[in-house]
């Protein structure tokens, strides 16, 4: 581990993202303990953590994030980078444009996924949908932290490289 990811994991167990308690999770699962990233999240230095630990793995993809969580991860990986992001929402608009995806999604464009937190993988595969819909190349997620439960496994069935900063275990 390197200095940049010491002081991230430091921060982020000093916020305590893993709270322990019932919680019930995105995938509908049942959890003694909850990852609570957004906690992180909105908090600058540890975004800017995060953007710096995620941005190497970009290269020269576009930036997608799912609405809420990832959003403000994808800002901080497009600023570290300067590359584009796209916003993924859970549900078309209702209004307007009535959209899926806010941000231009060009066929044959590459992509990487920012994520806060997997657990099963159905989220990161939204995303990965929606995009390869629009005739996007997707093949890498990056998030900060795998509760181990299965994401990494149902992604590369669908040929999408799973890369975590931390296990939930590293930060408990």
Known sequence: MVGRE??????????????TGEFILASGKKSNYFVNIKRASTNPQVLREI????????????????ALGAVPLAVAVALETNRPFVMVRK??????????????????????????????????????????????????????????????EMLMEHGIELISLFTAKDLA
């Open 6 to 19: 010491i002081l991230l994991k430091q921060l982020l167990k000093d916020m305590k993202v893993v709270q």
């Open 91 to 152: 549900e078309p608009k209702d209004h307007g444009t009535k959209d899926l995806i806010e941000g231009e999604v060009l066929p044959g464009e590459k992509f990487v996924i920012v994520e806060d937190v997997a657990t099963t993988g159905g989220s990161t595969m939204r995303v990965v949908s929606a995009l390869r819909e629009k005739g996007a190349n997707v093949s890498k997620a990056v998030v900060v932290v795998d509760r181990q439960e299965g994401a990494r």
């Open 51 to 66: 953007g710096k630990a995620m941005a190497p793995y970009v290269g020269e993809a576009k930036i997608a994030g799912m």
